[in-house]
Nanobody
Framework: QVQLVESGGGLVQTGGSLRLSCAASGRTFDNYYMGWFRQAPGKEREFVAGITWSGGSIDYPSSVDGRFTISTDNAKNTVYLQMNSLKSEDTAVYYC?????????????????WGQGTQVTVSS
């Protein structure tokens, strides 16, 4: 049974940083693409970063490019999202997700497995 568990969310001031972690278990993820998404109240779930377990196919939308960095630690089966220069508009619940295949994918509907989410709140 695939399990994704996020951690690291919290309250931070504008301009601050947070690092989110996603611990994956339940199968071998070599052939999976891992994504981070976020969802603010009343808004659609939004892609913020993606990566393969080998560290390839990294993808960011323009809204976070240059501020967010996704990475993997295969030994720990963990995916990280380093978020710097945080803005109030980054406030959302952040989710980790996995899909089969090692290609870019920004559409949340194409992901098969999801974590429970972790709240990130950026205050001004």
């Amino acid at each position: 049974q695939v399990q994704l568990v996020e951690s690291g969310g919290g309250l931070v001031q504008t301009g601050g940083s947070l690092r989110l972690s996603c611990a994956a278990s339940g199968r071998t993820f070599d052939n999976y693409y891992m994504g981070w998404f976020r969802q603010a109240p009343g808004k659609e779930r939004e892609f913020v970063a993606g990566i393969t377990w080998s560290g390839g196919s990294i993808d960011y939308p323009s809204s976070v490019d240059g501020r967010f960095t996704i990475s993997t630690d295969n030994a720990k089966n963990t995916v990280y999202l380093q978020m710097n220069s945080l803005k109030s508009e980054d406030t959302a619940v952040y989710y980790c997700a996995a899909k089969t295949g090692v290609y870019f994918q920004r559409d949340y509907r194409m992901y098969h497995y999801w974590g429970q989410g972790t709240q990130v709140t950026v205050s001004s």
